[in-house]
């Protein structure tokens, strides 16, 4: 099998919570493990970064207490930091421990990787959802 078969099969497998194929996230900024702007996941993505989130300050604020400053830009690697209002693809984990904290951001349910049900039922996803009423 050539590398763009492999590609291919790979990329077909990434599926949103729903069992459908996982649309991106957010371009502007570039997110996701792989920075394709998908919430896509792979074996090598130990932090699991599957939630497609809408920033808050709240939850930026958490994150940098929390030892992840998101919000300070990054030239040199091309991370121009987040604000309020902009959507990322976090790790799973972070958003649960916001979600215990009380801050966890809102979710776009379609665009967040099955792998979270792994760690958030979905009952939970659908509190925070802004897509799925």
């Known amino acids: 099998m050539n590398l763009l ?5 790979y990329a077909m497998k990434q599926l949103n919570v729903f069992g459908e194929q996982l649309p991106i996230c957010c ?11 998908s919430c896509e996941t792979m074996d090598q993505d130990h932090g699991i970064h599957t939630v497609c989130a809408h920033m808050t300050d709240e939850f930026l604020a958490f994150s940098k207490a929390q030892g992840n400053d998101l919000s300070t830009p990054i030239p040199e690697y091309g991370f121009p930091g987040l604000k309020e209002g902009d959507d990322w693809c976090l790790c799973a984990p972070r958003w649960v421990e916001a979600y215990e904290a009380n801050c966890a951001p809102k979710i ?17 996803l659908r509190e925070y959802a802004l897509d799925i009423n």
Request: aromatic letters at 12%; glycine letters at 6%; zero cysteines.
């Open 5 to 9: 078969n492999k590609f291919y099969n």
């Open 27 to 37: 371009e502007d900024p570039m997110t996701g493990f792989t920075r394709s702007g």
């Open 108 to 124: 776009y349910l379609t665009k967040t990787h099955e792998k979270t049900l792994e760690l958030v039922p979905m009952k939970i």
